[in-house]
């Protein structure tokens, strides 16, 4: 079966810090795999999305940056972390072969303080 | 693309039928009409999708006008677990040349009474 994994839970950076937030997917080839992120509040904005390896469209401006260095992970990261970072990340994943329908991840809980 | 218009939040009596619906004027031939819900600091989850035919499984049902410019998600029997932000999506694009990406509006805030 298909599942995502998404790590860490929560996480409390200070501004300035470097992010590193790591997806992974088991089960299917070659997915579709994205990143969103929901400030308090607010609706999901999509932030990156990959067809495949190496492959990576930037949906917004913003301090961020997503790679995808093996075809079912998908990492996103920062040099430096800034206030406005701070949100709900999550990780989905995609394919033709379902329907195009989201699977998403568990999500991370950052704070930037 | 199109956009989807959905009220911010609806109340609903535990055991009754839910009714959410979705405004998407805009929408082309080719767009797929697709519902989630996301339960709070959870992951959004899929409930159902369309195009132009009504839908039903054994999360839900959608009724999807005639001319495809609303829809709505019906939850025959609501259950205090229901209580969810719902979201209508109308799908960007699709097929095997498209990342079939989705974007999210606010959505509808449905809480189930008891």
């Known amino acids: 079966s298909q599942t995502i994994h998404q790590w860490p839970a929560t996480l409390v950076q200070p501004v300035g810090s470097p992010l590193s937030l790591e997806c992974t997917v088991e089960g299917t080839s070659n997915p579709n795999l994205y990143w969103y992120r929901q400030a308090a509040g607010r609706g999901l904005q999509l932030l990156f999305y990959?067809?495949?390896?190496?492959?990576i469209s930037s949906e917004v401006p913003q301090n961020l940056s997503a790679s995808r260095p093996q075809d079912r992970q998908f990492i996103l990261s920062s040099k430096k972390l800034l206030l406005s970072d701070s949100g709900f990340y999550l990780c989905a994943w995609s394919a033709v072969t379902w329907g195009e329908k989201l699977f998403f991840g568990s999500g991370t809980q950052l704070s930037v303080l | 693309d199109a956009k989807t218009t959905q009220p911010t939040s609806m109340d609903c009596a535990e055991g009754r039928a839910a009714n959410l619906p979705c405004n998407h004027s805009t929408i082309s031939g080719n767009e797929y009409v697709y519902w989630y819900r996301q339960i709070h600091s959870q992951g959004p989850q899929y409930i159902i999708h369309?195009?132009?035919n009504n839908e039903t499984n054994e999360m839900a049902s959608l009724i999807i006008t005639e001319d495809r410019k609303s829809s709505t998600l019906i939850l025959p029997h609501a259950t205090l677990r229901d209580t969810a932000v719902y979201y209508c999506i109308v799908r960007v694009g699709g097929g095997s040349s498209n990342t079939g990406k989705l974007i999210f509006g606010q959505g509808t805030t449905l809480q189930v009474k008891p």
């Open positions: 369309g195009l132009k």
């Open positions: 990959s067809v495949g390896i190496g492959q």
